[in-house]
């Protein structure tokens, strides 16, 4: 018998890059909060699912740090997705890596995945629960 491998396994790589990103902004500014954090991811899934319709983009109003998580978030999710980068910004191709791009549903479900475990370590932590536990890893 085959067993399916755990969500948090089949997408450990994309997993990863996004909460570098995240762990990132947090570094920079360490008044960061989760609830920002979950503001920012949240943003993002609007914005990716509107795109899986066809729709154009929601307006997201974000406060400063916010927006600051959504833009380096953004960039990693879209790197996954198989964006072209802006040149100059350091981040090859994911065919020159030997990656295959994901879906947008697969972002999708990558960004509520950690926004349960902001859900799970805010909890458990406080205000920077999840920003705590994830930075450990870093």
């Known amino acids: ?3 399916t491998p755990r969500f948090e396994d089949r997408y450990f790589n994309v997993l990863q890059n996004i909460e570098h990103a995240i762990v990132g902004v947090f ?3 360490d008044e960061l909060t989760d609830y920002q954090v979950d503001n920012a991811l949240a943003g993002l ?10 729709q154009p983009a929601p307006r ?5 740090l916010e927006q600051e998580v959504f833009e380096a978030v953004k960039f990693m999710c879209d790197w996954w997705l198989g964006e072209p980068q802006l040149p100059g910004e350091g ?8 990656l295959s791009p994901k879906t947008l549903d697969e972002i999708v479900a990558c960004l ?5 475990s902001i859900s ?18 870093f």
């Open 27 to 29: 570094r920079d500014h």
């Open 45 to 54: 899934i609007c914005v990716y699912q509107a795109r899986s319709r066809n």
């Open 112 to 116: 509520k995945r950690i926004r349960k």
């Open 120 to 137: 799970l370590w805010n909890k458990q932590g406080g205000r920077q629960g999840y920003l705590a536990f994830v930075s450990s890893f």
């Open 60 to 64: 997201i109003a974000l406060k400063p």
């Open 91 to 98: 981040m090859p191709e994911l065919q020159g890596l030997g």
């Open 1 to 3: 018998m085959e067993l």
